[in-house]
């Protein structure tokens, strides 16, 4: 009788790779860690293939930051790792920008061993109770049979939830065998369609008003045509949120700046003429440059932004891009002329005045003057990483975006944000430019990882308005007649020290010098820093 020889059975996945693969299925590409005992059998597994990069990164706190970034930028689940202990607790502070900002991130970290976890062994805490306040999952794998619908449910979750999961696995789990599928990439979540009922009462709203304003927040990404169409057909001026500043081109009558201290001036004052407030894809609502009582419609494409913030008169739920056009059908034709011609009084006026501060002459050099080089020189589409700040006000306060794409730390403003995002924007979008516009105080949270940014050859330009404080908390503190004690860090030659990590880095002094650096440092091939010496004036409206 003949035997035939029967192929060998594939050997079981280990629980490590079997995490790689899941990953890979659904279209992660990078991950951004920092090696420890606990996660190295999960790193040798993510070595052992080819479709996801490791990103090895200096500080977790960089790493997570980049996941956040990334997940901003791209809208897709991105990954961060760490190590049990300190390790997790370094991520945190990366955690809390993708928790604030909704941002899709799935952080996966060792823990103990099994027998050691509530013992107090080194380096063991309970991860599920450490990341609680910020995740809208976490789970311990305690069997790895249990991993495959873990981490589906980790990974569903973040993505359509918009916030960070979180996965712990004991050391010795990630060697064991998982026999199990792979779970398929979920379909986008989809939008409901707005009821005519919410529809017919939002327009009903909008055509009693005669000084309507518009709100716009970065859910009108994808509904810029829209957007205008709406606003010009209502004679609304608009008003953006940071993130928003590029969906709507600041050369347009009907555009008014930023809301808030960061933002223009005439924006708060018309807002607090205006009989009615329109928010489109928005929850920022700063209420001490906000009235009190106006009546506010809100449209937004996640029901549980409606009114989180404001009191709303009325509310549409649905896509913005299939929303706004009923909205603007419904707007019956009327005479807003006095309306906007105060608008566009108030603008030539707000315009003459950013000018004169743009144009500024100082030694050390205006942050204005910075912002406003930066504008003259960067490429239409380029990523903008900011830290946090007075340049944040500032910027928002003199730069008129075209297509730029604007990444902020936007309601953790945790200090550090803007190198991590420059480096995760140039891995995500390698064909763009990007610049990170980051303070000496934030620049220095993160600085280690610039040697990340050089290992691997990421040409990133920062510029550095460096005033040698902590400018915002410093000026408070002159406001409101404190000691100013703590507001001064301990800076060293940054130029000198970008020069030692094998970065390119110039100091800049005088404004003369400023834009043939930027030009510069713009077309370099490698990381490049532009160290602006800077004056620190106090932002309009500072206050403790």
């Not at 990334?70 to 049990?84: D, N, P, Q």
């Not at 304003?213 to 057909?233: M, P, S, Y």
């Not at 008169?313 to 005479?335: E, F, H, Q, W, Y």
């Not at 945790?414 to 516009?437: D, K, S, Y």
């Amino acid at each position: 009788m003949m035997v035939i020889n029967q192929p060998a059975a594939a050997p079981p996945k280990t629980a490590a790779q079997y995490v790689v693969e899941q990953l890979a299925a659904w279209g992660c590409r990078t991950i951004y860690g920092v090696a420890g005992d606990a996660i190295l059998y999960f790193l040798d597994a993510v070595a052992g293939q080819t479709e996801i990069r490791y990103i090895n990164c200096r500080l977790e706190t960089t790493a997570a930051l980049m996941a956040s970034a990334e997940a901003k930028l791209t809208g897709r689940l991105a990954v961060c790792t760490a190590t049990s202990g300190p390790g997790i607790a370094s991520l945190l502070n990366g955690l809390g920008d993708a928790s604030q900002d909704q941002a899709p991130v799935l952080a996966i970290t060792g823990q103990v061993e099994r027998k050691d976890i509530g013992t107090g062994v080194k380096q063991e805490i309970n991860q599920q109770q450490l990341i609680h306040p910020m995740a809208v999952y976490s789970a311990l794998t305690a069997d790895a049979r249990a991993l495959p619908v873990q981490l589906n449910l980790a990974m569903k979750k973040a993505f359509s939830m918009g916030g960070v999961a979180h996965l712990a696995v004991p050391k010795e789990v990630w060697m064991e065998a998982v026999d199990a599928p792979l779970y398929p990439l979920m379909p986008a979540r989809p939008t409901p369609a707005p009821g005519k009922s919410e529809t017919d009462v939002a327009v009903s709203l909008l055509n009693g008003c005669s000084r309507p304003v518009i709100l716009a927040g970065r859910g009108v990404k994808d509904a810029q045509q829209e957007l205008l169409t709406l606003a010009e057909k209502l004679g609304a001026p608009i008003m953006t949120t940071l993130p928003a500043r590029s969906s709507v081109p600041n050369d347009h009558r009907l555009y008014i700046g930023g809301l808030g201290q960061s933002g223009s001036d005439i924006a708060s004052d018309l807002l607090k003429e205006a009989d009615l407030c329109l928010i489109l894809g928005a929850t920022w609502w700063p209420e001490d440059y906000v009235p009190k009582g106006i009546p506010i419609v809100q449209v937004d494409a996640a029901f549980e932004n409606i009114g989180g913030t404001m009191p709303v008169t009325a509310s549409v739920v649905g896509d913005m891009a299939k929303t706004l056009p009923p909205l603007t059908r419904g707007i019956a034709d009327s005479n807003r002329w006095d309306w906007l011609r105060q608008v566009q009084d108030r603008k030539t006026e707000w315009k003459a005045q950013i000018e004169v501060e743009a144009h500024l002459d100082t030694r050390p050099v205006a942050p204005q003057r910075v912002v406003s080089a930066l504008q003259r020189t960067v490429a239409p589409d380029v990523i903008l990483t900011l830290d946090v700040g007075d340049l944040v006000l500032w910027f928002n306060r003199i730069f008129q975006a075209d297509r730029q794409e604007i990444l902020i730390s936007g309601r953790w403003r945790t200090l550090g944000f803007g190198l991590p995002a420059a480096m995760a924007a140039r891995l995500a979008e390698p064909n763009r430019q990007v610049v990170a516009l980051v303070g000496d105080g934030g620049f220095g949270t993160t600085l280690a990882d610039l040697a990340t940014a050089v290992a691997y050859e990421l040409p990133i330009t920062i510029v550095l308005i460096n005033n040698a404080s902590y400018a915002m908390e410093r000026n408070r503190m002159i406001q409101a007649g404190l000691h100013t004690l703590g507001s001064r860090p301990n800076n060293p030659d940054f130029a000198a020290m970008a020069n030692a990590f094998g970065a390119e880095g110039v100091q800049v002094k005088t404004t003369d010098q400023l834009e043939p650096a930027l030009r510069k440092a713009l077309v370099s091939e490698k990381v490049t820093l532009v160290d602006v010496l800077c004056d620190d004036p106090i932002v309009p409206h500072t206050k403790i």
